[in-house]
């Protein structure tokens, strides 16, 4: 049963390069989602936030390697990734930007003010190995082979006085929350993974650094000059920030409706900040007196070559979402996240892969199936749309945009696909089983071919709604194709999802040697 009011965000990404398609496809399975809930709810029940993460000493050192004035670095790399939501047809509702939003620092040290009143916070020095990848200490034993295994680089040594935030006494509490469901990490081998985990015990984890080391970029800790809360302290509470935590005298209409009222607040992430979202920041918020989150949807990586694809990596070794969007178009890449990606096994992406799969299920299938029809309606007497176009659809279609709905808007992103799928192939029997083209030669079965064609074009018009949320650009294309115009005719036009294998193999191929060759 979806949720009468969403709430969904996706990961805020540090800055420090462009970005990847790995996050390209986090932004769509958390679009996917969003737009089928709405589909499901009343106007005004889903929001759907993104934003960035600016406050992070990865990106001053990578502003400092290249030369370039934090700001303005971090202003120009901001852009780009409000620039990708809109390259991937991504609904936010609102955006983020961490150090640019007048909402987000006063939310902050609201945060902050609340979890010292609670005790929670206390200061002590500290020496530890410092990943700037992952902006954390790592535990001792960490390591593999001297190096982080996320990012595969040796750690610094760092000695400095920190605040602390006291995560051991939230062990039970963090526990209860996931093992009784009312935190919902999803799905369950990441689950497992986070128990595992609480349940070994929890550590005080450090929550400030030194506004010397941050070369003063940061919000500085409150009473505390000398320090800049930590980046995941400050980054998560974006959450919040956006709905209003930090208006002077409390937390206004937003953080009430969409937060701290009934409905699901869901969190979008990688793989590979679960520990963040599963257990700090539920911890942080009952210090502060606050919900935690309802759910922590996890996904697994994308990978090239056998490597993850990462801002670190160059982009993902050369695959850019915006090439990859210009080549080959957004209805084919947004399929492919949705059809293939499997959601906790980490998925290999080649664009021989998108292609193949966009040209199997798009242009040769719901494609080629709304164009035989419209093809048919307009053969059919004087071209017009049979009256009976408004009636029932085929059975196996009945019914289909609102299973499809449930099904995303639950994050089965490949079941939804899969429905689509298979009611085009039961579109596809019922063409070959009634052979409305053979109807058409006679006469005396005119009103036997309207009602097959009708209830095929109905057909046809329910699956343009249920792939909506998948490839909103394809859906509008194909409702149009579908549509009567004042003269009762379906529009003339060429196909609604075009082949990329006939005569772009070359162009598949040598953009694999892009792909491969870095």
């Known amino acids: 049963m979806t949720p009468t009011r969403s709430y969904l965000t996706v990961a805020i990404p540090f800055v420090n390069a462009r970005p990847h398609l790995g996050y390209a496809y986090e932004l769509v399975l958390a679009d996917v989602a969003a737009r089928a809930r709405r589909a499901l709810g009343p106007a005004g029940s889903v929001r759907l936030l993104g934003g960035t993460d600016e406050h992070a000493q990865k990106n001053v050192l990578a502003a400092e390697a290249a030369g370039v004035d934090t700001r303005a670095f971090v ?43 609670r005790g929670d916070l206390y200061r002590r020095p500290y020496a530890g190995d410092y990943c700037v990848g992952c902006e954390e200490f790592l535990a001792p034993g960490a390591l593999v082979g ?109 953080y009430r409706r969409w937060w701290d009222g009934a409905g699901s607040r869901v969190h979008v992430i990688g793989k590979g900040i679960l520990r963040f979202h599963a257990v700090l920041w539920p911890a942080v918020l009952a210090s502060a007196g606050e919900p935690p989150p309802d759910e922590v949807r996890v996904h697994p990586y994308l990978t090239a070559g056998g490597a993850k694809l990462s801002k670190s990596a160059g982009g993902g070794a050369g695959l850019a979402p915006g090439d990859v969007i210009a080549r080959y178009g957004l209805d084919a890449l947004r399929w492919w996240f949705a059809r293939d990606v499997h ?43 049979p009256p009976a176009a408004a009636g029932p659809p085929v059975a196996a279609v ?58 095929q074009l109905a057909a046809a018009r329910e699956i343009a709604a249920a792939v909506a949320p998948v490839v909103p650009e394809g859906a509008a294309r194909l409702a149009d194709r579908l549509a009567a115009g004042p003269d009762g005719r379906l529009p003339a036009a060429g196909p609604v999802f075009p082949r990329l294998g006939d005569g772009r193999r070359g162009a598949a191929r040598r953009f694999a040697g892009v792909a491969t060759a870095r």
Do not use: K
């Open 146 to 254: 001297g190096v982080c295994p996320e990012h595969g680089r040796p750690p610094e040594r760092v000695e400095e006085d920190n605040w602390f935030f006291r995560l051991s006494a939230y062990r039970d509490q963090v526990e209860d929350l996931i093992a009784g469901g009312r935190l919902r990490v999803a799905p369950e081998p990441f689950r497992n993974e986070v128990l595992a985990f609480v349940r070994a015990g929890l550590d005080d984890v450090s929550v400030s650094r030194s506004a010397a080391r941050a070369r003063g970029w940061g919000v500085p800790v409150p009473g505390d000059p000398g320090q800049v809360v930590y980046v995941w302290f400050d980054a998560l509470a974006n959450y919040i920030s956006a709905l209003g935590y930090g208006d002077p005298g409390g937390p206004g209409p937003a």
């Open 343 to 385: 959601p906790t096994v980490d998925t290999a992406f080649s664009p021989q892969r998108l292609v193949a799969r966009a040209d199997e299920d798009l242009a040769g299938g719901l494609g080629n199936v709304a164009g035989r029809i419209a093809t048919l309606v307009a053969r059919r007497g004087d071209g017009t749309v």
């Open 75 to 117: 202003d120009a790399n901001a852009a780009r990734f409000v620039e990708l939501g809109a390259a991937l047809g991504v609904s936010f509702d609102d955006f983020v930007r961490t150090s640019a939003d007048p909402r987000h620092r006063p939310a902050v040290e609201r945060l902050w003010r609340a979890v010292a009143e």
């Open 398 to 455: 009945a019914g289909l945009a609102e299973r499809t709905a449930e099904a995303l808007a639950a994050f089965d992103l490949r079941g939804g696909t899969g429905l689509i799928v298979e009611a085009v192939a039961a579109l596809n029997r019922d063409l070959e089983e009634t052979r409305p083209w053979a109807l058409a030669r006679d006469p005396a079965r005119a009103a036997q071919l309207d009602a097959v064609l009708g209830r």
